[in-house]
């Protein structure tokens, strides 16, 4: 399987895509929707496998990720402008005054320490630059992924930017250096930003869903910084990682961005009635609405909804077939199908990843 690209990510399907990957190979599958693509790992390696993949997410930065590695056709045009971005010594900006400790930027206990003061100022400068270009918008997100990958190398972080390290670690302290993503083969892609229960999909061989987990990952919070750089609006920030206020519930009602309120996915009521649970119905509505001829869904054994009341969900629209990922061994083996599957605790102290494989049943107007 060809290689995908991305930034450091919770539930990045990294790992996980030579097995989604194997299970389509057998589908005759031509053309997918990526409802939940994250960093578009999935969406990439289907890409490159030959599929026509139309990706969604809420978050901004997933777009550019999306036109620069799933709908880009040729970007080697735009090494004159990388070359540009890297001759620059860079200045004060944004990323520096937020990202870079502040007024402390020498000091052991200076807050928003994510990047290194010398690489927030080329990327400050870099990002800056971006936007005085006469670009489309498939080529100018290209440009923007080059910055958040470079970031991503030179992080003061374990991972995520909810906080970060308090010294500055050895990596930071590297050069940042633009790079043009690689230019991926395959067909051109497509994506939309939104709501995904608000989202018309179009009909498709698949559709793949890796929707949030449990109620403790708020994706749009836990990378914030990357929206930002996407989005370039330069918001205020606020706390010890510098999170855009906007994003902020808390002492912040009316200023708060509504796309992120009462997000289902991450509901945890009514839990010993599940069908009355936010995240039952969200998971209800997707499969009922996906013109899809095949569903496939990654969970985990921390989920909300549990593995026996997700196959007797999916169960009532097809043929539901589950698979168990050993994250330690990375192993894949077939639990078995829905009507005569009997549910198998893990050994593995680690978490559990499951594959839900769902031959739907056809509505009168597929196919």
Not at 59 to 81: F, G, I
Request: aromatic share 10%; glycine share 6%; charged share 25%.
């Amino acid at each position: 399987m060809e290689k995908t690209y991305g930034v450091q990510y919770l539930g990045s399907k990294a790992k996980l895509t030579k097995y989604i990957i194997n299970l389509t190979n057998n589908l005759n599958i031509k053309t997918a929707v990526d409802v939940f693509t994250g960093t578009t790992r999935v969406a990439q390696a289907l890409r490159q496998n030959g599929v026509k993949v139309i990706t969604s997410d809420l978050s901004e930065a997933s777009q550019v990720y999306s036109n620069a590695l799933v709908k880009q056709q040729n970007n080697s045009h735009l090494q004159k402008y990388i070359d540009k971005m890297n001759s620059f010594e860079g200045y004060k900006g944004w990323i520096t005054e937020n990202y870079s400790g502040g007024e402390e930027w020498e000091e052991d206990k200076g807050d928003g320490r994510y990047i290194y003061p010398s690489n927030a100022m080329k990327a400050d400068a870099a990002r800056d630059y971006i936007e005085t270009l006469d670009l489309n918008v498939i080529d100018k997100d290209t440009l923007i992924c080059s910055i958040i990958f470079a970031i991503n190398k030179v992080n003061n972080s374990v991972g995520q930017q909810q906080a970060y390290l308090k010294d500055w670690c050895t990596r930071s302290k590297n050069d940042i250096i633009f790079l043009l993503p690689p230019q991926l083969k395959g067909p051109k892609g497509g994506h939309i930003v939104g709501d995904c229960l608000k989202i018309n999909y179009p009909s498709s061989d698949l559709a793949y869903l890796d929707p949030p987990y449990t109620s403790t990952v708020a994706y749009h919070t836990y990378y914030h910084i990357w929206d930002s750089i996407a989005l370039w609006d330069k918001p205020k920030t606020g706390g010890k990682a510098r999170r855009r206020i906007d994003r902020v519930k808390r002492n912040n009602k009316e200023n708060y961005n509504e796309t992120f309120l009462d997000i289902p996915w991450y509901d945890t009521k009514n839990l010993d009635n599940i069908k009355e649970n936010g995240s039952y119905k969200a998971f209800k509505s997707m499969v009922e609405k996906l013109d899809s001829k095949y569903i496939m869904i990654s969970y985990s054994n921390e989920s909300i909804i549990s593995l026996e009341q997700m196959i007797e969900l999916l169960s009532q629209y097809g043929d539901t077939e589950v698979y168990e990922i050993d994250h330690k061994r990375m192993i894949m083996g077939s639990i078995g199908h829905s009507s005569k599957n009997k549910v198998i605790s893990s050994k593995n102290p680690n978490v559990t990843e499951y594959i839900f494989l769902l031959t739907k049943n056809p509505s009168p107007h597929m196919y």
